[in-house]
T-cell receptor, first 114, second 111 residues
Framework: KAGVTQTPRYLIKTRGQQVTLSCSPI?????VSWYQQTPGQGLQFLFE???????NKGNFPGRFSGRQFSNSRSEMNVSTLELGDSALYLC?????????????FGSGTQLSVL | SQQGEEDPQALSIQEGENATMNCSYK?????LQWYRQNSGRGLVHLIL?????REKHSGRLRVTLDTSKKSSSLLITASRAADTASYFC???????????FGAGTRLFVKA
């Protein structure tokens, strides 16, 4: 069974641009969560989607948005990029949105904003 | 905001020694999980312990949970160079968040 797939693996953008990251969960998983990882802030929760509905959202500005499709694939979008958005963006999937489930992570998208 | 905080931030040991990492959290939890991350990659789930459990084992891993102190520890016995990674504790979050991660402990095992 294929794992969680994130594309692209690396991305370089300039300030003010927008970016879309993609995540394909493990087949059958309906929950997708997104995290931002930086050396200074650690892993910060962005949002979670379950069956195409956003269930939870972290403390990030409205420039960060996401969606989930009927096949459970998810995208996150960051508009008007800032230097501080440079980070490793990780996607994780699980069968349900219950918190006693383990998360399966993708390898992440490394975003660099110049 | 982060729910869990790991201690120490970094740990360097020799192969064969035991490694102990601690995690403290702020609010009541239903369960606590430990994950490992190799440099620049995704996290891998290691073990989950529920709030009504005190200790759990998985291979060379031993996890304890003390809900009265709001703390957990992860013990890796007979460490190997391949155990070099960052280790994170994660709890079911507050305020509607799903799973909240701590800042992690960076473990370096010298061969």
């Amino acid at each position: 069974k294929a794992g969680v797939t994130q594309t692209p693996r690396y991305l370089i953008k300039t300030r003010g641009q927008q970016v879309t990251l993609s995540c394909s969960p493990i087949s059958g998983h309906r929950s997708v969560s997104w995290y931002q990882q930086t050396p200074g802030q650690g892993l910060q929760f962005l949002f979670e989607y379950f069956s195409e509905t956003q269930r939870n959202k972290g403390n990030f500005p409205g420039r960060f948005s996401g969606r989930q499709f009927s096949n459970s694939r998810s995208e996150m979008n960051v508009s008007t990029l800032e230097l501080g958005d440079s980070a490793l963006y990780l996607c994780a999937s699980s069968w349900t949105d219950l918190t006693n489930e383990k998360l399966f992570f993708g390898s992440g998208t490394q975003l660099s904003v110049l | 905001s982060q729910q869990g905080e790991e201690d120490p931030q970094a740990l360097s040991i020799q192969e064969g020694e035991n490694a102990t990492m601690n995690c403290s959290y702020k609010t009541s939890i239903n369960n606590l999980q430990w994950y490992r991350q190799n440099s620049g990659r995704g996290l891998v789930h290691l073990i989950l312990i529920r709030s009504n459990e005190r200790e759990k084992h998985s291979g060379r891993l031993r996890v304890t949970l003390d809900t009265s102190k709001k703390s957990s520890s992860l013990l890796i016995t007979a460490s190997r160079a391949a155990d070099t990674a960052s280790y994170f504790c994660a709890t079911d979050g507050t305020g509607g968040f799903k799973t909240i991660f701590g800042a992690g402990t960076r473990l370096f095992v010298k061969a």
